[in-house]
């Protein structure tokens, strides 16, 4: 077993990351990338300029593999876009030598099991290395063996569909080519798709609000072109944000700035709006939906833009043993710290290989898809999550426990209903009570969870993110 390698699923910021802290420790690595390139989801949205700037975007231990290589750091003030991301960090830390040598392009993981046995074999299953189904680019299939998995394989090619009940809406199958899910580039590569018409955009995320500010600089130079704003919710603080007290000033502004826009009209804005179906009437498309119990009609509009989020890809898995966390498809511990119901970035505790770990051992899902579908997945966290499972993989387990995980205010946190519990901004030094009160739970007892369904009763000490 310890002469196999550790596979790291994706060679996205999270993946390089991985594979960097475990060359670090001198730790045998392969990364798969299905792409022929690293970075190549992140290409997709390439034209988005990212609200944290570079100083939060680099891994630390990146920063020792390009420097021998003579690469330059950025402006840690700056804000890159995506595809200055890729340009400017991923590329030249795929291309180093170290991980140049370890880094297959084209190579799709379809599959992850154990050696010789099913997910229902108990006896010396620890003892047996993975196995990965492997798909080429040339459409072969192999099986590749590997002591430990890392899976950052993201979630950006698995977007929610514009059904409020997390199914698609009727008839969003058959008009499919009509709706574009994430984030286009409205002002250059796709201007033609969007330019003089009316464009309807799902959602209450910073997606979204990328798309509606982009469109309404789109419409002053192409008359005709509008924009139609449909939320699910009706409470839109997290996106308009906390403005001069979110700690990211440009995650603040992009906010300001929606919130403006639809103040002045700009930007017609329907919230509470749970979509239902989309047909298509003399050429257009019409949106069907209800808003307080009643029938509403959003149309005709000429395209949809589904801002709607994304969600983790569960078949990888199916034959291991894995716990999710039963509503946010995150590992199971880590749902509580991370619940979008009660946390905003800066309220998500440290977190680390004990609450990414799976019953089946030496199996972790780091980086967006570790969080399932919570929405408050910052870059910075990949990064501490990958350095811990690097330690523990290590056997290292001081520095593998001693997660240190500061992230930036929103302005706009939600702290859970009983104060301390899992809620307010990180602090500087964190237990584990967060992990304990899952593990609690799950087995039936009392104790400070959060949310719905984790309600606690009054707690008589501090808990989930106070220091020890």
């Not at 402006?75 to 180093?96: I, K, N, R, S, W």
């Not at 004990?354 to 966290?381: D, N, V």
């Not at 426990?401 to 929103?410: A, K």
Request: charged residues 20%.
């Amino acid at each position: 077993m310890t002469e196999l390698p550790v596979a790291v699923i994706g060679a996205g910021p999270v993946g390089l990351a991985a594979a960097a802290n475990l060359i670090e420790r001198g730790i045998a690595v392969k990364v798969y990338e299905a792409g022929r390139e690293a970075g190549k989801n992140i290409r997709a949205w390439g034209h988005v300029r990212l609200f944290s700037p570079w100083g939060f975007n680099i891994a630390p231990a990146a920063r020792g593999l390009l420097a021998e290589a003579g690469w330059e750091e950025p402006d840690g003030q700056a804000y890159p876009t995506g595809a200055e991301l890729v340009d400017g960090y991923l590329a030249p830390l795929a291309a180093t030598p170290s991980l140049a040598s370890v880094i297959e392009y084209g190579a799709r993981i379809t599959a992850v099991g154990r050696h010789g046995i099913d997910k229902v074999v108990s006896r010396d299953r620890e003892q047996r290395p993975f196995v990965l189904t492997v798909v080429g680019d040339d459409g072969v299939t192999r099986r590749d063996q590997a002591r430990a998995v890392i899976d950052a394989s993201g979630t950006w090619t698995s977007p929610n569909p514009i059904g409020a009940g997390g199914l698609a809406a009727d008839g969003e199958e058959a008009l499919k080519d009509r709706i574009a899910y994430g984030i286009p580039d409205v002002s250059s590569r796709d201007r033609s798709t969007y330019a003089g018409r009316t464009t309807l955009v799902i959602g209450a995320g910073h997606s979204a609000a990328n798309v509606l500010l982009d469109l309404d600089e789109l419409s002053a130079a192409e008359p005709g072109t509008k924009a139609i704003w449909a939320t699910r919710g009706r409470d839109l603080s997290r996106v308009f944000g906390g403005g001069g007290d979110d700690q990211l000033a440009a995650r603040g502004d992009l906010g300001q700035r929606l919130s403006r826009l639809v103040a002045e009209g700009r930007i017609e804005l329907v919230s509470g709006f749970a979509v239902t179906g989309v047909r298509e009437q003399a050429g257009m498309l019409v949106v069907d939906g209800d808003v307080g119990g009643a029938g509403r009609i959003i149309g005709p509009v000429d395209r949809i833009v589904a801002c709607t989020g994304q969600r983790p890809d569960l078949s990888l898995t199916r034959e291991l043993r894995i716990e999710f966390d039963p509503w946010l498809e995150s590992a199971r511990t880590l749902g509580p710290m991370i619940d979008p119901n009660l946390h905003s970035c800066g309220s998500v505790p440290p977190h680390g290989h004990r609450e990414l770990a799976h019953p089946e051992p030496g199996f972790y899902i780091a980086g967006i898809k570790s969080y399932g579908r919570a929405p408050t997945f910052l870059m910075l966290t990949g990064y501490e999550q990958v350095r811990s499972i690097a330690a523990a993989l290590a056997g290292d387990l001081v520095a593998a426990d001693d997660v240190r995980l500061g992230l930036p205010e929103t302005g706009v946190c939600k702290a859970a209903p009983s104060g301390d519990c899992c809620g307010g901004p990180a602090p500087v030094e964190a237990d584990a009570c967060c992990a304990a009160d899952a593990e609690a739970k799950a087995e039936g007892q009392l104790g400070c969870g959060c949310g719905p369904a984790r309600q606690p009763e009054p707690a008589t000490s501090s808990c989930c993110g106070k220091a020890a």
